[in-house]
């Protein structure tokens, strides 16, 4: 059965928080500690679309598989031209390529938006999102040991970067 990426809607929301609160309580893709709840997505949701960033979703036979979406690196002017990716995908399609045809697709739309760098944060344990992250032309900067926390360990951060639109020039 074929994949579809597509924009999420607010149907899609639950589907969503699953995923979301699947990699919270059973892994350390998220650093999150506690499980989302709908309203917090909702609001979530509704701020991407006030500011017009892309939450897209991957589809197997009209179920959501997945999402990925984009937010500010950080809130300085400075770094108005650059973004951070997310990308999750049910525990039970890992390893089938919708985590990267979901980043294909919000790479492209991110370049043709004129964003200059995407940035990646990925746990150091998570290979599988790095393996990803490299596949798609991310280059590793560097790795913060123990800046994290979570199941009672100390988690590393490694620092991921793809050039978007290389011959942007930047704002006087």
């Not at 699953?18 to 499980?35: D, F, G, K, L, R």
Request: glycine fraction near 10%.
């Amino acid at each position: 059965m074929s994949i579809e990426i597509d924009d999420a809607t607010e149907a899609d929301l639950p589907a969503i928080l699953a995923i979301n609160n699947w990699a919270v309580a059973e892994t350390t893709a998220s650093w999150n500690h506690a499980p989302a709840e709908l309203d917090s997505r909702k609001a979530w949701f509704a701020d991407k679309q006030a500011k017009a960033q892309p939450v897209l979703v991957a589809r197997q036979g009209g179920e959501v598989v997945g999402y990925a979406y984009y937010g500010p690196y950080r809130p300085s002017d400075g770094y108005l031209h650059t973004v951070e990716n997310s990308v999750y995908v049910r525990q039970d399609m890992h390893g089938q390529g919708i985590g990267y045809q979901l980043m294909v697709e919000l790479i492209e739309r991110t370049r043709a938006e004129g964003y200059h760098v995407m940035v990646a944060g990925v746990g150091g344990e998570n290979t599988g999102s790095i393996a990803l992250h490299a596949k798609l032309g991310f280059v590793e900067l560097g790795r913060m040991p123990q800046v994290g926390a979570k199941f009672g360990r100390w988690m590393d951060l490694v620092l991921m970067q793809l050039m978007l639109n290389e011959d942007l020039k930047p704002p006087a």
